[in-house]
Each structure stands twice: as structure tokens, then as C-alpha cells.
């Protein structure tokens, strides 16, 4: 397998708060890594730092074995362009339908044809399920459909890594289980890399290849989702567990 991001000793503090503390991670080209842990403990600080929305205090971030945290700000566009994103609540455009909202970044990143974006649109819906809601606006869809929907703009532009800000949020479990179903076929037929950030046990464990655990600032363990379901760490048996006794 082939390293696309690697975090190197990466520390990254706010004030007197540290967020993340020394972390240090390989994430496989082409597999589904999940960062979980529970809220406030530096996930989405982990997300910004790799798009380099962010620069850590200290350590190194390689995307595609280029040093981020080194780039020139034209450079790191570039970069950007390596990436979609799916964001908690699909962030979608509410004044424009569904269709304009995935063609957004095609129209500002490429210099394609009205026809050949439409035709890019009308395959991205019908790969997320969602072939008949193009004239849809937002407010006119359920959460679910709204998941589906952000899901076709962040692949809009064939990214090579594809970030997801909590896929489960907001959802009921049998449509969160849709929304790892699609996760799952999307990564089969895209082949991209997926980096999931999430604090939903049962879905990750689904749609996981690779998984990590964030607590209190650092990366407390990383490795196969068969090595993480295994591991005798007590932080990770009690968030395992959703006991409210343990370490945690």
C-alpha cells in the first residue's frame, strides 16, 4: 500500500490549549481511514491542518509526499484541488437547487461547457442515488437526500482524497446505515481515498478500513479497523462500550 498523508509529530495549540499533541499517522492511498473520539478532542483541527487551513506549531503534513506546512499560498491551492469535502450538514447553497450547487465548483475550478457540466451533474446524482432532484433546492430535501447531495459536489471534480465532517450527524441510524452503504460503493467505484471524521461507533467499524482514536490531544492508537476492534486500551474498551465508567 501507498502513504497519500502522513502527519509527522504534528502539535497544534491555541493559547494554553493544546489541541493535538505529537500526532503522527500514515493514512493508505485508496482505503477508508476514520479518526474517531469524542467531541472537542482536535478531529476537525485535524481536518483544517490537512487542507492547510491551519498551520501546526511544530511537525510536518505530506499530501502526496509534498510538505503542506512548506507551500506557498499558490502551491497550496494546487494542493486543495486534491480534495473534496462533505461537511456535517451538506453546507449546501440554499438560494441555488440541487444541480447549481454541484456545479459550483466546476464552474469555478474548470473551464468545461454548460453541456459537459450538466452532464457531470446528472452522473454525480445518479452515482449518489438522488437521478430525479436536480431542480430541488435545499429546503426541499430531507437531511438524508441533503448528505447525498453535498456527497455528489465533493466528488464533482474527481478529487483524489475526499474528507467527511461527521456523515452520520443529524440522521436517524437506518439512514445513517444508507449513508455508510453509499460510502462504501462510492469508495469501490471511485477508488479515491476517504478520511472520515466521526464519533459513531457502528458506522465507522462499517465503512472503515484504517481507524485512529483521538483523545485528549493525542493519537492514542492507529492501525487496521481488526487491529483498533482488538485493542485491549482501556480508553478505547470504554468508548467502545459507551460506558460511562473507565479512564475516560
Known amino acids: 500500500m501507498k502513504t497519500i498523508i502522513e502527519f509527522k509529530n504534528v502539535t497544534k495549540s491555541f493559547g494554553t490549549q ?3 499533541d505529537d500526532v503522527s499517522c500514515k493514512i493508505q492511498e485508496g482505503k477508508t481511514t ?15 491542518l490537512l487542507v492547510g487551513l491551519l498551520k501546526p506549531d511544530s511537525g510536518s503534513i505530506f499530501v502526496s509526499g509534498k510538505d503542506i506546512t512548506k507551500m506557498s499560498e ?16 451538506g453546507a449546501l447553497f440554499d438560494s441555488l437547487n440541487v444541480a447549481d450547487n454541484i456545479a459550483f465548483p466546476l464552474r469555478q475550478h474548470t473551464k468545461k461547457s454548460n453541456a459537459e457540466i450538466d452532464k457531470i451533474v446528472s452522473h454525480k446524482l445518479a452515482q449518489v442515488g438522488l437521478p430525479t432532484v ?5 429546503s426541499e430535501l430531507s437531511g438524508g437526500m441533503r448528505k447525498r447531495v ?3 459536489r465533493a466528488i464533482a471534480l474527481d478529487p483524489d482524497i475526499v474528507l467527511f465532517d461527521e456523515p452520520h450527524s443529524g440522521l436517524d441510524p437506518v439512514m445513517s446505515d444508507s449513508i455508510d452503504k453509499l460510502i462504501l460503493k462510492m469508495q469501490h467505484e471511485l477508488g479515491s481515498t476517504f478520511v472520515v471524521i466521526s464519533h459513531d461507533i457502528a458506522g465507522s467499524f462499517q465503512i472503515a478500513d484504517f481507524m485512529g482514536m483521538l ?7 492507529f492501525g487496521s479497523k481488526e487491529y483498533i476492534q482488538n485493542s485491549e486500551n482501556p480508553i478505547l474498551k470504554q468508548f467502545f462500550s459507551r460506558s460511562s465508567e473507565g479512564p475516560m
Open 134 to 138: 436536480h431542480h430541488k433546492l435545499p
Open 34 to 48: 476514520v479518526i474517531l473520539g469524542p467531541s472537542g478532542t482536535g478531529k476537525s483541527v485535524f481536518f483544517k
Open 150 to 152: 453535498g456527497f455528489a
Open 18 to 20: 493544546k489541541v493535538l
Open 215 to 221: 483523545y485528549k490531544s493525542r493519537l492514542i492508537e
Open 74 to 89: 499558490k502551491d497550496l491551492m494546487e494542493t486543495r484541488k486534491k480534495f473534496g469535502m462533505l461537511f456535517q450538514d
